[in-house]
């Protein structure tokens, strides 16, 4: 049973940062494409970022390309979401995925695993 666990969530004033964690566990995170997703209130969950098994690619949702960056560390079965420049339509639940794809799909309905989400909030 894969586990993921976020963590890095709050409160930040529109223009600031943050970054988000996702600890990995129950499959060989080396061999396992991780991503991001996000649910604002009232919307629908949309994919954010995905990254491949090595790190090699990554691939990103329009509106945050420039702002966000995907990465992970195979060593310690974490993936990251760096967050800069956030505005208060960031404002989310974001959530830590994983599939054994090669990576995660950009449709929720055909994500393999789920974290439980985590809360930002971007004020203005």
């Known amino acids: 049973q894969v586990q993921l666990v976020e963590s890095g969530g709050g409160l930040v004033q529109a223009g600031g940062s943050l970054r988000l964690s996702c600890a990995a566990s129950?499959?060989?995170?080396?061999?396992?494409?991780m991503g991001w997703f996000r649910q604002a209130p009232g919307k629908g969950r949309e994919f954010v970022a995905t990254?491949?098994?090595?790190?090699?690619?990554?691939y990103y949702a329009d509106f945050v390309k420039g702002r966000f960056t995907i990465s992970r560390d195979n060593a310690k079965n974490t993936m990251y979401l760096k967050m800069d420049n956030l505005k208060p339509e960031d404002t989310a639940i974001y959530y830590c995925?994983?599939?054994?794809?090669?990576?995660?799909?950009?449709?929720?309905?055909?994500?393999?695993?789920w974290g439980q989400g985590i809360q930002v909030t971007v004020s203005s």
């Open positions: 995925a994983a599939d054994r794809g090669p990576t995660v799909p950009a449709v929720q309905y055909e994500v393999d695993y």
């Open positions: 129950g499959r060989p995170f080396s061999s396992t494409a």
């Open positions: 990254i491949t098994w090595s790190g090699r690619n990554t």
